[in-house]
Nanobody, 126 residues
Framework: QVLLVESGGGLVQAGGSLRLSCAASVRTRNSYAMGWFRQAPGKEREFVATINRSGGITFVSDSVKGRFTISSDNAKNTVFLQMNSLKPEETAVYYC???????????????????WGQGTQVTVSS
């Protein structure tokens, strides 16, 4: 069982920045790939970023490339999502997730992840 707790969400103006954190209850390095997803009201859950089990490979969605960065602090079993130049349309609940997948081919898919946090609200005002 993996418990994930997100934090760092809040209200920010368009163009601003936020840093989300996801603390895991277990060691994640070499055990779990970690991902960030978001879901706006009435929309499907959307892939944002992922980091593989070893922490050596990261992917971000095309929509956030150049603005969002995923990273990890293995000593604290914590994954971060640095979000810069935020846009109003990125208002959503942001979720952290953990996957035992060894490969990277499906880390963009929510179905790959077996463990999810409760989510943190990010609101970007215009």
């Amino acid at each position: 069982q993996v418990l994930l707790v997100e934090s760092g969400g809040g209200l920010v103006q368009a163009g601003g920045s936020l840093r989300l954190s996801c603390a895991a209850s277990v060691r994640t390095r070499n055990s779990y790939a970690m991902g960030w997803f978001r879901q706006a009201p009435g929309k499907e859950r959307e892939f944002v970023a992922t980091i593989n089990r070893s922490g050596g490979i990261t992917f971000v969605s095309d929509s956030v490339k150049g603005r969002f960065t995923i990273s990890s602090d293995n000593a604290k079993n914590t994954v971060f999502l640095q979000m810069n130049s935020l846009k109003p349309e990125e208002t959503a609940v942001y979720y952290c997730a953990a996957s035992q997948s060894y490969g990277t081919g499906y880390l963009h898919s929510p179905g790959t992840y077996g463990y999810w946090g409760q989510g943190t609200q990010v609101t970007v005002s215009s």
